[in-house]
């Protein structure tokens, strides 16, 4: 990761790989859809993604830095777009 004044300016390619791998098929799959259910598809594949994350981060009791956090933040923007 790519680090600029502290803060990175790269995402995460664990994050990358997760969306690639559980998403991008779920996109790829609505793309016949209208346009209203997509976007629904996609932001219930997308929730399910990240409480997943959630619940397990939880249960194991891990812990991020602020720099991680912002590099998953990062992914989620950079990584994920609906056409």
């Given at each position: 990761?790519?680090?600029f004044a502290g803060l990175?300016?790269?995402?995460?390619?664990?994050?990358?790989?997760?969306?690639?791998l559980l998403v991008q098929p779920v996109v790829g799959g609505i793309h016949q859809l209208q346009r209203d259910a997509q976007l629904i598809v996609?932001?219930?594949?997308?929730?399910?993604?990240?409480?997943?994350?959630?619940?397990?981060?939880?249960?194991?009791?891990?812990?991020?830095?602020?720099?991680?956090f912002l590099a998953m933040t990062l992914s989620e923007s950079s990584t994920f777009s609906c056409s």
């Open positions: 990761m790519r680090v990175p300016v790269q995402h995460s390619e664990y994050i990358e790989s997760a969306m690639d996609a932001s219930t594949a997308v929730t399910a993604l990240v409480d997943g994350w959630t619940s397990n981060v939880l249960a194991r009791k891990i812990r991020f830095r602020y720099y991680a």
